[in-house]
């Protein structure tokens, strides 16, 4: 009986451990992983893509949101055709889930309709154009054109205390350079 117990014990303890390597060793694997496996590259390689293809210049805003940000990654989505193909880039933290910002940019002609009912708010740009600010699936975004892309400002809700839609605003306003 003694034998069988301990038997026993040491299966249990011996289960426990394999549990608890196989948790440590089954760990996400970090960003510089995960995004260049879904297409992700730098982003200037990634613009350096989309402006061959389109054959036209990319301006990218020279601001950022005021917060804290460990990588950066860029795509070009080349689907079939053109009306689906687009640049995006992603800033995120692997220190905080909520600071997340993405922009994305596809040609005029080629732009995502806007709907009245996410629509929160209009602003006129420095260049005259007007930019929609609109909230979408937990994400605040500001949407305007520039040449001749449409632009998506992307940002999450979280952390809207820290980066209103007027930062927003002046993030559009810095790719007139």
């Known amino acids: 009986m003694h034998r069988t117990i301990s038997l026993f014990l040491l299966s249990f303890c011996l289960l426990f451990l394999l549990v608890i390597i196989a948790t440590a060793n089954n760990k996400p694997s970090p960003y510089e992983e995960i995004y260049p496996e879904i297409g992700y590259k730098t982003v200037e390689e990634a613009s350096k893509d989309f402006e061959q293809h389109f054959k036209q210049r990319l301006k990218l805003p020279l601001r950022v949101p005021p917060i804290k940000f460990t990588h950066h990654f860029g795509r070009f989505n080349d689907l079939e055709g053109d009306t689906n ?25 080629y732009g995502i309709p806007l709907r009245e009912k996410y629509v929160l708010k209009t602003f006129e740009l420095n260049n005259g154009n007007v930019a929609t600010y609109m909230t979408i699936s937990g994400f605040n975004v500001l949407v305007f054109e520039s040449g001749n892309w449409q632009y998506m400002l992307n940002i999450d809700k979280r952390v809207l205390d820290k980066v209103t839609p007027e930062i927003l605003v002046e993030i559009a306003n810095s790719i007139d350079y």
């Open 85 to 109: 193909d687009s640049f995006e880039v992603k800033f995120i933290s692997d220190l905080s889930s909520e600071n997340h910002y993405k922009i994305d940019v596809r040609p005029i002609k």
